[in-house]
């Protein structure tokens, strides 16, 4: 069960719109939720159609959604490290990291059932082993836990930052300053509830340190590393710069040079203290082919 608290900042809005617009939860199943009396205004039970005003608390309960069956297959996985405790994956460009609403097949997480057997179930049936995500078109490195003692372990490191995960991005633009931080609050865009951004309004605290790595025509190379670990954060905070990331199909635009599926954004490095031993543990993901090829046409680009 997910509890999400929100204020209201205006008056007028309904209820469900107003939820819809903050959260990944369709309009239609708000109301649902709240005839199960699991949305409240003030500590009261709402309608969906009830008016907010101003101030108002809007609380909602939302039970997971887990399907009849995720199911474990046979999907060839580049795995970078594996004992009986954790296993480190370096994700493929395309790949979803665990089932979700109509996509319950070809993800990271049916890929690790099969190769595993078992995994951690405290995220239970959707979400087996996995203590942090990858979008579906960044590449790179990922870790899943074996069990729970791992996966808490983990989990641990990743809100103590004691778990540090860089990436390289292609950016637009020239970034003119050699590193820095972005230290600027991500929630949920309320034009666009598939979108985040970086907003005052139930948001929550990010961070994400940078470095330029290569200049080039039009583009930079950046090494970034996350302090926390928003939905889209690199993505969101390399756009709110004036330097989206390189063919992003909701932050940027297409690259120009190629087609590169996506966002050309890698989790190139991962460094964690193994849950067992203690010991300090550093994985790399070699970059895919397609973010090598536009580099190298960028560096001609840029030499004519």
């Known amino acids: ?73 046979d999907i060839p996985l580049d795995i970078l490290y594996e004992d009986s405790d954790i296993i480190v994956i370096n994700k493929p460009k395309g790949m979803v990291v ?3 609403a109509g996509v319950y097949s070809g993800t990271l997480v049916n890929a690790l059932l099969f190769h595993c057997r078992d995994l951690s179930g405290i995220n239970g049936v959707l979400r087996p082993g996995i203590v942090h995500r990858i979008d579906k078109d960044t590449t790179g490195c990922i870790v899943a836990c074996k ?13 103590d930052k004691t778990c540090h995960r860089e990436y390289l991005a292609v950016v637009d633009g020239i970034v003119d300053h050699e590193e820095g931080v972005v230290d600027a609050p991500i929630g949920r865009d309320r ?33 970034c590393r996350l302090e926390t670990g928003r939905t889209h954060q690199i993505r969101v905070h390399m756009k709110y710069i004036g330097h989206p990331v390189t063919g992003d199909p909701v932050y940027g635009s297409p690259c120009k040079l190629m087609d590169t599926q996506g966002q050309v954004l890698h989790a190139y490095k991962l460094s964690l203290n193994h849950p067992r031993s203690g010991e300090a543990m550093t994985f ?21």
């Open 1 to 73: 069960m997910e509890h999400l608290e929100f204020i209201a900042e205006e008056s007028g809005m309904r209820a469900d719109a107003w939820l819809a617009g903050l959260t990944d939860i369709s309009r239609t199943r708000i109301k649902e939720l709240a005839q199960e009396g699991k949305v409240t205004v003030n500590g009261k039970p709402a309608k969906g159609s009830q008016k907010l005003f101003a101030g108002d608390k809007v609380e909602i309960d939302v039970p997971e959604e887990v399907p009849m069956d995720v199911l474990p297959e």
């Open 191 to 223: 034009r666009d509830r598939k979108r985040m951004a970086v907003t005052e309004t139930n948001s929550k605290e990010a961070r994400t340190h940078f470095t330029v790595a290569e200049r080039f025509k039009n583009n930079t190379l950046v090494d």
């Open 98 to 100: 665990h089932p979700a």
């Open 284 to 304: 790399t993901a070699p970059l895919p082919d397609y973010f090598e090829t536009l580099l190298s046409m960028l560096r001609e680009e840029s030499a004519e």
């Open 147 to 159: 069990n729970d003692a791992s996966h808490r372990s983990l989990a641990a490191q990743i809100a």
